[in-house]
Nanobody
Framework: HVQLVESGGGSVQAGESLRLSCAAS??????????MGWFRQAPGKEREWVAS???????KYTASVKGRFTIYQEHATHTVYLQMNSLKAEDTVMYYC??????????????????WGQGTQVTVS
C-alpha cells in the first residue's frame, strides 16, 4: 500500500522560504524508478503542476516557480523535497505530492500519476 505523506507547509511572509517534504513508503517496485511531482490546487480551481523529478534526477518546473523553487530527493530516506524561496502571495494554495511511472515528457499531466498525498497548506501573506 503506497503512502505519500506531505509536511512542511505553514504560514509565512512574502519573500520568506518553506521546505515541503514528501515521505514515500509501500512501493512494490523500487521507489527510485518512480517519477515524483509536486502539484498545487486552490479551492475551485484546477490542479496545477509545479515541479517533477525522475530517477535520473531530471528536473522540470512550471514557469512561475522556476528560479525560486527546487525539487530534490533523498533515496536513502525515500523523501522528496520542494524548497520554496522568495514566496509570493500567489503561492498560497494546497500543495500535493504525487508519484507515478511517468515518462518524463509527460510529467506535467496529473492523470499520469498513480499515487497522491493528502496535501499540505502553504499560506503567504
Amino acid at each position: 500500500h503506497v503512502q505519500l505523506v506531505e509536511s512542511g507547509g505553514g504560514s509565512v511572509q512574502a519573500g520568506e522560504s518553506l521546505r515541503l517534504s514528501c515521505a514515500a513508503s509501500g512501493f512494490t517496485r523500487t521507489r527510485s524508478s518512480y517519477c515524483m511531482g509536486w502539484f498545487r490546487q486552490a479551492p475551485g480551481k484546477e490542479r496545477e503542476w509545479v515541479a517533477s523529478i525522475d530517477s535520473y534526477k531530471n528536473r522540470k518546473y512550471t514557469a512561475s516557480v522556476k528560479g525560486r523553487f527546487t525539487i530534490y530527493q533523498e533515496h536513502a530516506t525515500h523523501t522528496v523535497y520542494l524548497q520554496m524561496n522568495s514566496l509570493k502571495a500567489e503561492d498560497t494554495v494546497m500543495y500535493y505530492c504525487a508519484a507515478g511511472l511517468v515518462r518524463f515528457e509527460s510529467v506535467t499531466n496529473d492523470d499520469r500519476y498513480n499515487y497522491w498525498g493528502q496535501g499540505t497548506q502553504v499560506t503567504v501573506s
